[in-house]
């Protein structure tokens, strides 16, 4: 990308990371009749929707909006005479919105492009227009950035439609290319549109700009039926009009995190297409995506590929963006035919998206798999829709509301203008799963295998090359234990804690793997992770192998293909494989080695070989390549199974051959998830892992288990355990199915150089360069080595390993014997010198390096005197304590560090768990016991409006060192009473944390979230915790824009909880690479200056505290540290609640144990102070804050020489823009969080009565969607005068009218009665905390309200208590979490009463599917008449029963009574006129951790009655 | 780790001893080791430590916490794959180690220690009864030759390491009988000879060639070994006792613990000792200098012989209870220790200066001593000063004064003059890093280069001396 105004790639900063959301909408005249007033609308809709846009540094610069609309003929007619040519019929013409360069002759000879190509497609370029604007509406980066806009005109010359539309579009594309060959305008040259039928008025500006900045909107005549409308929020804040929306087809509000795989894949189907619509023109549209453009305007090319080639528009928006379809999912069997046949042509192109698509005629929406972004619509009785992703956004008179409706997970809608009517999911699906024997075509295509995936068939270890194979391919004896026993035993990964202290791979002395030199990558804030546990319905690994042919074209032999139901094949599996007799499925199998002992040449050149090979066998016919390195010959040493993938993967893509290959690794040296999730994320199709089935039949024959199993058995479970990794790895993505997982690269490389990576490894970014070919050849050949080396006396035992507990001969730690003993005494008796001693030992790492920063080295400069460094007192305020939650450590361990945090002014973190209110109270000798830093994480446990109100700071928690990207479970037995007490629910029931906050699928939302929070406690600063991986720079940008505060960067390596292996080790990077890009990229931004950036992950010296200053953090957090202060001897058993030290237990005798004292932790910082000061004396800097951001005084340490570090380059990590000379480091400025004016300040003064004397208060308000947070801020001051206790009931009761805006109720307290008449969008209830909340339809609307969905998505997420009632239907994730709210609903959407641990859902309608995921405690009761629940429930933790109980039945009928007098419910007012018809008709969902919890006290309870008696 | 709450579960339990009066009328092992069930038990109250901090306090990095799961589990053939893997000689370090590992077990932080060193031995004896170990002879031999002077735990190491690494070994020793202190110097009743023989054999069947009562700097001169071998370890231990330099040294009845255990050792093997020269408690009062180790296997020792009384002196002061603050956990507990030997009988006492013995013709009846007075410590040198109680003279009766105050470093008449390798400062064999001495091929290990210490460090020192010396007859 050239001329872009994008900066360029530097440093760390790299223009791909780039992140965009957004507000997005359809709206239309049903019976296709143009008015401008369709046109007025969608900005009005637009200018709704400006809350989910943001601004960037000055408030004027929006990140862009749009409409697009049909061609405006009228319009254009009547400037005939001004334009000098007249125009041909409607739809016999073309319009062209493009963006030309400002440079008049650069302009031209774009133009002459255009007009040279349109004449050779054999049309006519009437002429240009240029297109009225006023800049003065725009803010100042957007107008240095406004292109010269000009409209072009072609004559269709008599073409038909569609005929004309592809030939426009064949036309545009070659302009675009040429244009770029020759002129390499970048960005600045771009066509927005070229069509007959469609037009796009869009640009770099906010919503409310587009008809101040277009002057033609505004004209009467400018007239449309249908407009697709967006407004875009991105990370960034650089001037980009071409990335705005509306695209060509499509406008997209979501996140394709699968990008990479779907560009590669499309990049290696281009040879294979062909359609007679294009005939030769195809070669002219190559290549398919213009890579410069996001990732919805490559979906967008893409869509526009199949619409032009003849697929309708739905169709082809349903083949990109499937819904789920897999054996667990309810769907029709035409319908799943249709889509399992579209997924063997095409992958998805997954992530979470709301698209609204239109080609002129048709307009429609769909939304992706997991329904992850709202879609609410409103249709009218007088032929109007409206789709947006909130509702309110335009008035309609209550009684011209014909339905109100949100699109589901998957579903699709469908305005066709010409049919003038509304087609509904359903419809539109059954209509095109009808258009061809789809279903038919793939069974009677499919092949099976017989014995394919029935029993697994044993595997035979050989014992005498056992070892040699072990040894051969780097086993270790902590693989076999730590690894591979657990999986083999239980079917799932290990699990460790305590965060990761070994070197990164490429500092590593004993020989890695190649995979350990990748990190997964994983989801946060722009789009969510998937729970793959209890939404598993929407994941799937199955996978095919054979040819899909053409994507234009549709036949049955399209669905000749091998279905595997997931990726792992077994010895027997691959052996039948290789017998298939069937000629399209013909193998070869391809050796994968280099000679011994060669060179990196060696495994050049061998590497190249494999790549010829394979082509070769590909034009031979054969479509599966075997790549094996079993029986390798003794001449040989295996080459790394994944570098052996990705060569020939990329081979054969760059060659146009791989999409009809299966890529098969049959392979010694992958055995766990990580290894499995790397090979199939550069290429493979599936893996056999023959040699840890080996390993797992060995296992259980010698009784090497824990437990004894069969051989089968072990190696199901061994395969079972992959697979649930593999899901895993892909939902920390928030990647749904495999198939498009394959290729999709969502990894970073650390410590690669940068010809390992473009050769092997495209588009992966590696950053500070690294080994090469010659260092991994050398690290294979160490194996192989060790495995040929002859021996006097019988083998040894295998290698320790080391990696994941300390052996003195395996890995090295930073946590040592050594080191751990040193630090607790030197804190204990304080003694300096053996503080000294500690950090010497962590610090001096010349010669053993551990980490990133053990190589950096301060620049000499001119020192200073000790005495004139700012004192240690300063410097121990930026200190802060890591987030663990009281029920990972222990009560005393959680209080020390409290009480010592809050001594030196810094500040402790409660964790996710609440916090017991006690503790807001000070102690008497003092102290304080309250946490300053208080946690809002996914699990929303304990987090009320007292909570909230008792923090200095609110910290969001998107992900975790440990395990970002993944949730966590605190299981039953370790919710004691206490623990339950503070986090809202009851004991002994399991509390799950979900992988994502519910209530943040996107930028935008989070943006929400701080807003919310910050209502509720307007004193207390917001921060959002990220965990470092490459693109957290533009995320945090992001962040900043939505006005966080403070922006934690977290390393990988940190944390102390209890988390799978393979993502304590493999997932994320260390914070030096996180918090560099974060600060450059906010530099970049100028950003930087209104956000402060703490850094944490493995903090223990004074010289972290200084590295992490210099690379631009302002606070700096330590936990493992402060923890083996307190007695922590690195156990890494938290997760079994046997510390021996009484720190990570709930087990009261071993608690006894504890040995921490405030004093100690105080010492501790003390000493890091002090040391940091002696650093910034010898830098000659006497404050903190003019250390901040000064990574010029860093450089490497040169003189370390050991040979895999020698090729490493710090550069970018050191590096500062030009443009930074003068500019701010650090946080200058507060932000704006724009809460001066919201309702609540009103609501707060009419409040006063209530506030101050507790007496009732009535108010009525009107409402709209941009009333955002209502009743916030208002309950943060109840709770503050009140606390948990808050109002009697009813004190203050608000009656609103109108659509409320998101997060209305949220957090509301008791007291507070918020009456809605109307309807609501998203979070309504969120984190309610005792309020009744009550909505209903405007009186004089008629439509019948439980069909109709008047509440949006992710309600009463993590609410503890309180009462709802909701007359009509609701969105998704209904009362998700919800601890203690009692509420009634008319219907709910998917995954309703998910994680649910407490309180009663009463729901009156239907549910959608997976229903009570997850449901650990509460009730819910379904009214079920038609028993449409048991298919739709998710089965796993509850039970369904009937109401039998009569005291359920009683509080079954009494709350429908009160929904019935709170909203005069029709629905409500039947059933209880047929209460004794309809009771036997609700179904009890009753979980049985619950029931089983219930049990026990009703025993209890049952023996103190039947002692009473007794005394009588 | 099998069992991850064995140790909330279950207590310590030590190995059964005979009770002291019946074991102190013989010379033999008297402990009993524990049943499968219970050892089963003791395994499970290790908790597979992240950071196993006992394998860190052992100086040869057993693989402790990988072999107490394999117990717990019953897999003692593995446990010895892993015992052995790291330890030459487990059935005598589980007798005579004072286990390192169990003062930095996580587990006695706060409770008392997983059983380490009782495991240990249970697990080697078992594959010996069971027959799963046995020699095993290298599969070829790399044709060199290295020669081993000495005989003690860093010579055997050395040996069978070597060894096994297909080098063709010979091990010198100047006594008559192989086995250095673990023969001569620890007596039986901690370890039964039976035990060093039987490993000693194994080692001949696999290959190594002992050669006793060959004196290498007196029988043969070093220089012709040097030309036969391509390399030759020194391993002869820190043999100069320290003496006691006090009026009345010269008297008859006192002598060095190392000359009084040996002959018991030797006596119980049979060998006939001159009753001129035989030194025995019997009857007698006993007086032992020195609260180490060998004092106490002179306590021991003593109460089998039927001394009428024994006290042990020691000069520094009485050991604490617990850890001083200054040395917590997990390091060395410099603590009180009650040995074995000590619940025999006998009196101990600290802060004693001997200042002067006497007797009546020729032989000592009498020890004078003086009570000390510490300062505390300085925080600098870590030195504690001492004074004189004035007043608190006192003497004690002694037939029979043993002293057991430690060693001075390795011999130098002879083969460390021959050679004229360096010393360091303290009088041992200096080394470089890869334990080769100041002459090319000459290596050195255990005592002589690194002082006085324990059994298993000698061990270590064997073993990693081997490792090098392999590295450099090998490239």
Known sequence: MQNTFFPKKQGLYHPGQEHDSCGVGFLAQIDGKKSHAVVEKSIEVLKKLLHRGATGEDALTGDGAGILIQIPDEFFRAQERSLGFSLPEFSNYGVGMVFFPQEKARRKQCQSILEEITAQEGLHLLGYREVPVDNNALGEKSREAQPCIIQVFIDGKGFKKDILERKLYIVRRQVENIVEEKLQTGDRFYIASLSCSTVIYKGMMLGNQVPEFYLDIKDEKFMSALAVIHQRYSTNTFPSWKLAQPFRYLAHNGEINTLRGNLNQMHSREKSLSSPLFGKDIQKILPIIDETGSDSACLDNVLELLVNGGRDLPHSAMMLIPQAWGTKYPIGLDLRGFFEYHSGLIEPWDGPAAVAFTNGTQIGALLDRNGLRPARYTITKDGFIVLASETGVLDFAPENVLEKGALRPGEIILVDLTKKRVMKNGEVKTFYARKQPYRRWVEENKITLQGFFNDVAHATPDAEKHLFMQKLFGYSREDMKMILGPMIEKGSEPVGSMGTDTPLAVLSEKPQLLYYYFKQMFAQITNPAIDPLREELVMSLMTFMGNPGNILEETPHHSRLIKLRHPILSNEDLERLMLLNIKEFWTTTLQMGFSAYGSGDRLEEALDRLCRAAEASVSNGCSLIILSDRKLPEDLTPIPALLAVSAVNQHLIARGLRSGVGLIVETAEAREVHHM????????????????????????????????????????????????????????????????????????????????????????????????????????????????????????????????????????????????????????????????????????????????????????????????????????????????????????????????????????????????????????????????????????????????????????????????????????????????????????????????????????????????????????????????????????????????????????????????????????????????????????????????????????????????????????????????????????????????????????????????????????????????????????????????????????????????????????IFYRAEKNEGVQLRCAKEQDHGIDKVLDKQLIELSKNALENRKPVKIEKPIRNINLTTGAMLSGEIAKRYGAVGLPEDTITCHFQGAAGQSFGAFCMKGLTLILEGEANDYLGKGLCGAKIIVKPPEKSDFYASRNIICGNVLLYGATSGEVYIRGRVGERFAIRNSGVHAVVEGVGDHGCEYMTGGRVFILGDTGVNFAAGMSGGIAYVYDPESKLDSRSNLDMVDLELVVDKADAREVKSMIEKHFQYTQSKKAKYILENWENCLPSFVKVFPMEYRRVLGKMMKEDEEIEREEPEFK | MGDPTGFMKYQRQDFLHEPPQMRIKHFREFIQMLSEEDAKKQGARCMDCGIPFCHWGCPISNLIPEWNDLVYKGQWEEAYERLSATNNFPEITGRVCPAPCEHSCVCSINQPAVTIKNIELMIVERAYKNGIIGPCPPKFRTGKKVAVVGSGPAGLACADQLNKAGHEVVVFEKKEIAGGILTLGIPDYKLEKWVVERRIEWMQEEGVVFKTGVHIGRDIKVKDIQKKYDALVLAGGAEVARDLNVPGRELKGIYQAMEYLPQQNRANRGQRIDSKLRISAEGKHVVILGGGDSGADCVGTANRQGALSIKQFELLPCPPEERRPDNPWPQWAFTQKISASHEEGCERDYCILTKSLSGKSGKINKLHAVRLEYAEKDPETTRQSSCEIKGSEFEVKCDLLLLAMGFLGPVKEGMIEELGVDLDAQGNVKTHDNYMTSIDGVFAAGDMRKGQSLVVWAIQEGRSAAQSIHHWLMS
Request: net charge neutral; charged share 25%.
């Open chain 1, 677 to 1212: 999730a790397l090979l199939l994320g550069y290429g493979a199709t599936a893996v056999n892992p023959y040699f840890a089935f080996e390993i797992a039949a060995d296992m259980s024959m010698r009784n090497a288990l824990n437990i004894s199993i069969s051989t089968n058995k072990a190696i199901e479970n061994y395969i079972k355990a992959l697979c649930k990794g593999l899901l895993k790895v892909m939902s920390k993505m928030g990647i749904s199915t495999l198939r498009s997982y394959r290729g999709a690269q969502v990894f970073e490389a650390i410590g690669l150089n940068c010809d390992v990576i473009q050769k092997y490894f495209g588009g992966t970014s590696s950053r500070i360069e690294g080994i090469g070919l010659n260092e991994i050849a050398a690290e294979a050949n160490a194996r192989y080595q060790d495995a040929y080396k002859k021996e006097a006396t019988t083998p040894s035992l295998l290698i320790s390993g080391g990696q994941y507990g300390y052996r003195k001969d395996g890995e090295r730690h930073l946590w040592t014997p050594e080191t751990i003993s040193k630090l607790q005494y030197a804190t204990r008796a304080n003694d300096k010198k053996a503080y000294r001693e500690y950090a010497d030992l962590i610090n001096n790492q010349a010669e053993k390096i551990s980490t990133l920063r053990g190589m950096f080295k301060f620049k000499e400069t001119k020192s200073i005197p000790l005495e004139e460094v700012e004192p240690a007192e300063e410097i121990m305020k930026r200190f802060v304590t890591g987030a663990m939650s009281f029920g990972s450590i222990s009560k005393e361990a959680h209080e020390t560090l409290a009480i010592a945090m809050n001594r030196i002014g810094g500040m402790s973190n409660s964790g996710e768990g609440g916090e017991d209110s006690d503790r807001f109270i000070p102690m008497a000798n003092g102290d304080s016991r309250c946490s300053a830093i208080k946690q809002v994480a996914s699990g929303r446990f304990g987090v009320t409006a007292e909570y909230m109100v008792n923090a200095k700071e609110l910290q969001i928690k998107i992900a975790q060192g440990a395990k970002p990207g993944e949730g966590g479970q605190l299981p039953g037995h370790k919710v004691t009473e206490d623990i339950a007490r503070v986090r809202h629910s009851v004991p002994g029931v399991t509390l799950i944390s979900p992988p994502p906050h519910h209530d943040i699928y996107s930028i935008e939302d989070i943006k929400q979230l701080i807003f919310d929070l910050k209502n509720v406690n307007p004193a207390a600063r917001v921060s959002v915790k990220l965990v470092s991986e490459v693109g957290v720079g533009t995320i945090a940008a992001g962040v900043a824009k939505a006005h966080a505060d403070m922006i934690l960067i977290s390393g990988y390596d940190g944390g102390t909880g209890a988390s799978p292996l393979s993502s304590i080790k493999h997932t994320g990077v260390p914070w030096e690479l996180g918090l560099a890009e974060t600060q450059q990229t906010l530099m970049l931004n100028n950003l930087r200056d209104r956000v402060r950036i703490q850094a944490d992950g493995q903090m223990k010296t004074g010289r972290d505290v200084i590295i992490a200053a210099l690379l631009g953090a302002e606070e700096f957090g330590f936990a493992t540290a402060p923890l083996v202060v307190c007695g922590c001897v690195m156990m890494r058993k938290c997760h079994l609640n046997t510390c021996p030290v009484g720190v990570a237990t709930q087990d009261p005798e071993l608690r006894k144990f504890y040995s921490g004292k405030p004093e100690y932790v105080i010492n501790f910082f003390r000493m890091i102070a002090e040391e940091a000061r002696g650093y910034m004396a010898e830098l000659g800097i006497s404050k903190m804050d003019d250390l901040i951001g000064r990574s010029d005084l860093l450089e490497m340490n040169e003189a370390i020489n050991f040979f895999k570090v020698r090729g490493l380059d710090f550069s970018k």
